[in-house]
């Protein structure tokens, strides 16, 4: 199903199109119907299936249609980790582009100025508000937020944030909340906490379970352990010979991406970037050179890479490890495409050891590893169920971001 056959607002397929997301996926094409009639929902459904955008445009689609508070919060979306709420953030910021929406990340660290900013937010009101539940706790316990308006409650990754220890959190939040909303959940399993869970917070749901399918097995996967200073040198290993074919370089940060692409373009590569800070006719120029031949190396976002469908890529480079196997698959699938054979290589880090490893575990595999030369020096050990544990104790620390006007809007966004 395409998604303009879905009946969604002129902005959010605006958005949408932008976004080159074109065809649905399954969870999409069964959820987003269920939420714009305004129905809880129980979602099983593994990463890898679409299910940010599942939830993300039937709730702007909502938000453009009926009527709410401008001066009220009108939807959380609860997160286990900073990290996740950056990226359901990040999403929001490219598919409301052309709506008048605003939303607020509100997850731990920073400086004071982080703080104020989102405390802010909650006081004066934002239509969505993207948080973990550690941080939300600590700023509906420090200051008089008034959540009379919550229309929308959606809980993602929702078995990950019950194995974290966020039950009290949660509820405590839920309690917090109007009783007539509507409430939504996804989660990859359904253990019997989540089963309680949904008989306290939802009402009635109607339940989607969807399988998820893996990469291709045309693609060679492989993955270098290394320091996070040494991905540079990695780079200029692996782009030391004369490039054949075209190749795409991911990171999930655009600052990251201009980065990068300034750095190869130093190195004298034919390199372009694409983030969503492009207008929509410089990224449809940056795939036609892309396309065509006069760029060889393509450094992108997840957020603008769906209409990236190109056949003679040759290899797909992760330059960070993705969230979860949902971007880590549609990454490597630009690869190996029309029967040819393609090549994924993922450079991972040492606090990145724990998110590859829940990728080799949904994947049921164990990716190669390749060693490091000897002139790029060695790396750390693999070793990542030590990271896991340390990625749980910082989870609430982070980054804000700043909280901006959205152009012609006179609103603010995330």
């Known amino acids: 199903m395409r998604f303009d056959e879905l009946n969604l607002d002129e902005s959010v397929l605006m958005g949408v199109d932008a976004m080159n997301f074109k065809e649905t996926t399954p969870i999409q094409e069964q959820t987003i119907p269920i939420i714009m009639e305004g129905k809880d929902l129980i979602a099983c459904a593994q990463t890898g299936t679409g299910k940010t955008a599942a939830y993300i445009l039937p709730l702007l689609h909502k938000l453009m249609t009926v009527k709410h508070s401008d001066k009220l919060v009108n939807a959380i979306i609860m997160a286990p980790t900073r990290e996740l709420a950056q990226q359901i953030d990040m999403q929001f910021e490219g598919f409301s582009y052309f709506a008048p929406v605003s939303t607020l990340a509100v997850y731990g660290g920073g400086d004071g100025m982080t703080w104020d900013i989102q405390k802010n937010g909650l006081l004066n009101g934002v239509d969505i508000i993207v948080a973990t539940p550690g941080r939300l706790i600590t700023m509906l316990e420090m200051h ?22 966020f039950y009290d959190d949660i509820m405590k939040i839920v309690k917090k909340l109007p009783e007539k909303r509507q409430s939504i959940m996804f989660s990859a399993t359904m253990p019997p906490k989540i089963q309680e869970l949904t008989k306290k917070i939802l009402h009635h749901p109607e339940i989607i379970k969807i399988a998820v399918s893996k990469p291709n097995d045309a693609i060679m996967q492989a993955a270098y352990i290394c320091h996070e200073g040494q991905k540079m040198a990695l780079i200029r290993e692996l782009f030391s010979t004369p490039i054949k074919s075209k190749n795409i370089i991911f990171s999930s940060s655009k600052l990251k991406v201009k980065d990068l692409a300034h ?5 004298k590569f034919s390199v372009a970037a694409m983030h969503s800070d492009l207008e929509q006719p410089e990224r449809e120029q940056v795939l036609r050179d892309f396309k065509n031949g006069k760029i060889s190396i393509l450094v992108a976002t997840d957020i603008v890479a769906r209409g990236i469908d190109i056949e003679d890529i040759g290899m797909v480079l992760n330059y960070d490890v993705p969230h979860d196997a949902e971007d880590y698959i549609h990454r490597i699938g630009r690869t190996a495409r029309a029967g040819a054979d393609g090549l994924a290589v993922t450079f991972v880090s040492e606090r990145e050891q724990g998110k590859f490893h829940r990728i080799e575990q949904f994947l049921e595999r164990t990716i190669y590893k390749i060693p490091l030369s000897p002139e790029i020096g060695e790396g750390p050990k693999y070793n990542p169920k030590a990271f896991e544990r340390q990625e749980e104790k910082q989870v609430f620390r982070g980054k804000g971001r700043n909280w901006k006007r959205k152009p012609g809007t006179g609103k603010k966004n995330g």
């Open 144 to 165: 008089p937020v008034d959540l009379s308006g919550v229309q929308y409650f959606i809980l993602d990754e929702a078995d990950r944030m019950l194995d974290m220890g």
């Open 263 to 267: 750095t190869l373009k130093m190195m």
